[in-house]
């Protein structure tokens, strides 16, 4: 095999084990992103759930408050709230609390479940591009290596 010829197969070398690392460090480079991709749509999950109980504590003390300023305003005329309207009036605000925060809990498990299903699924991505990128990575390597052989040791390679 004439210099030329040895030399082109080097350069081939060189640039099939460059080609390997470039894909092993971009393979890791989108794991570690889809995997933080994948934390953070955890995080959001959890989130979604919190501000929905936040959410419900809050119309609950709403509710307490409006409840206490109606025993506070009847008690303060002479009056009770043990009948008629006003006690009507409170059992159907108290069945539509319950009703809206049960809504708004089922609502905020809803998006909570797809950001847990997203999450799972960055995760699986995560490790597809992985293992892809090392497959990439190792197929480069022997091209390199068959490269190498021929460039530098005059033989046939492997392939």
Same mark, same amino acid.
């Not at 894909?23 to 501000?51: F, H, P, T, V």
């Not at 995760?123 to 091209?143: D, E, F, P, T, Y």
């Given at each position: +095999?004439?210099?030329?010829t %040895? ?5 081939? *070398?060189w ?11 971009g ?7 889809? /995997?933080?991709? *994948?934390?953070?749509?955890?995080i ?8 929905? &109980?936040?959410?419900?504590? +809050?119309? =609950?003390e %709403?509710?307490?408050? *409006? ?9 303060? =005329?002479?009056?009770?709230?043990s009948?008629?309207?006003? =006690? ?5 605000? $108290?069945k539509? @609390?319950?009703?809206?925060i049960?809504? &708004?809990? /089922?609502?905020a498990?809803?998006r909570?479940d797809a950001?847990? +299903?997203?999450? %799972? $699924?960055?995760?699986k991505?995560?490790? +597809?591009q @992985?293992?892809?990128? @090392?497959?990439?990575?190792?197929g480069?390597?022997? /091209? ?11 033989? /046939?390679?492997?392939?």
């Amino acid at each position: +095999m004439d210099d030329y010829t %040895k030399q082109l197969y080097q350069g081939v *070398a060189w640039q099939y084990g460059a080609s390997a690392f470039a894909e092993a460090m971009g393979s890791a480079i989108n794991y570690s992103s889809l /995997k933080a991709d *994948a934390s953070s749509a955890r995080i959001q999950a959890e989130n979604i759930e919190l501000q929905a &109980q936040q959410r419900a504590n +809050m119309l =609950r003390e %709403k509710y307490n408050n *409006a409840v206490g300023n109606v025993y506070f305003s009847a008690a303060s =005329r002479g009056g009770k709230v043990s009948s008629g309207s006003v =006690r009507a009036n409170l059992e159907q605000s $108290a069945k539509n @609390l319950g009703e809206d925060i049960a809504s &708004q809990e /089922k609502n905020a498990k809803s998006r909570a479940d797809a950001e847990r +299903m997203r999450a %799972k $699924a960055l995760g699986k991505q995560a490790n +597809m591009q @992985l293992v892809s990128g @090392l497959v990439g990575s190792i197929g480069s390597s022997v /091209k390199s290596y068959n490269a190498y052989q021929i460039g530098y040791k005059g033989g /046939k390679g492997n392939g």
